[in-house]
């Protein structure tokens, strides 16, 4: 059962970032709502390993960048870990929807006229850094379409196609997904493994497929297949939380 719900997240994770959008309301249809999450992020590895290796071609020359965002998205995931076996993230579920909603709307905001040939100020970059350091610690502590949030961050900070900062997003992330493990290990967090593994092994495939799909499809459709999917995204937890 969740070898195809995993393939079919990977393939979701890879080109638009939001894996959850499958695999977490299978989880939750069959554990309880902490380890459902816990679970999610811990199978959610697999998509950073198999996109990796399906986006060399376009990761190429990137990797300075990438180590960067992963360092910074890192520590944030540490914050976002312990908080999430300190308090319940039902609180912050509430507020998740907005989040996800704003970040599928900015997706499809063009970015400022002649950005991309404008020096970026000291102010703007230290901004950037910050909000990857608040997407790190959201994807520890809720996770959920965490990779939609740096998948727009990404489009208004780099200026490279869409399918080059997908796989930067896809790659960087990963590292969220890292420190959350060994924090919910070292913590006994509730990690259910008999559905860990086959859940990472579809992920695995489903990931290393979709930076394919991402090369044949053209940048406006992808943005925009983003913002709905983030929309319907943020309808289920609205919906849940609420």
């Not at 180590?67 to 039902?90: D, E, H, P, R, Y």
């Amino acid at each position: 059962m969740f070898i195809p719900i995993g393939i079919l997240s990977g393939i979701v994770s890879a080109t638009v970032g939001l894996a959850s959008l499958v695999s977490y309301p299978a989880l939750q249809a069959v554990l309880p709502p902490v380890a459902a999450n816990v679970t999610n992020t811990t199978a959610l590895i697999c998509t950073g390993i198999g996109s990796g290796v399906g986006s060399l071609k376009e990761l190429k020359g990137h990797w300075w960048q990438v180590t960067k965002i992963f360092a910074i998205t890192f520590v944030g995931a540490i914050i976002g870990s312990l908080l999430l076996l300190q308090f319940s993230n039902q609180a912050f579920a509430r507020i998740a929807p907005f989040f996800i909603l704003m970040a599928g709307i900015l997706i499809l905001c063009p970015k400022p006229h002649n950005s991309a040939s404008q020096p970026t100020s000291k102010v703007m970059k230290w901004l950037a850094v910050f909000a990857m350091f608040l997407v790190g610690i959201y994807s520890g502590y809720f996770a959920a379409a965490s990779g939609i949030l740096m998948l727009a961050l990404l489009s208004y900070t780099t200026d490279e196609s869409f399918p080059v900062y997908n796989a930067i997003r896809n790659v960087a992330m990963l590292s969220a997904n890292v420190i959350a493990i060994i924090i919910f290990i070292v913590y006994h967090a509730g990690i259910y493994w008999p559905v860990v593994f086959p859940l990472g092994i579809g992920l695995l495939i489903g990931s290393y497929c979709g930076p394919a799909i991402v090369r044949r499809v053209p940048e406006r459709i992808l943005k925009l297949v983003v913002a709905v999917a983030a929309v319907m995204m943020s309808i289920y937890l609205f919906i849940k939380a609420y």
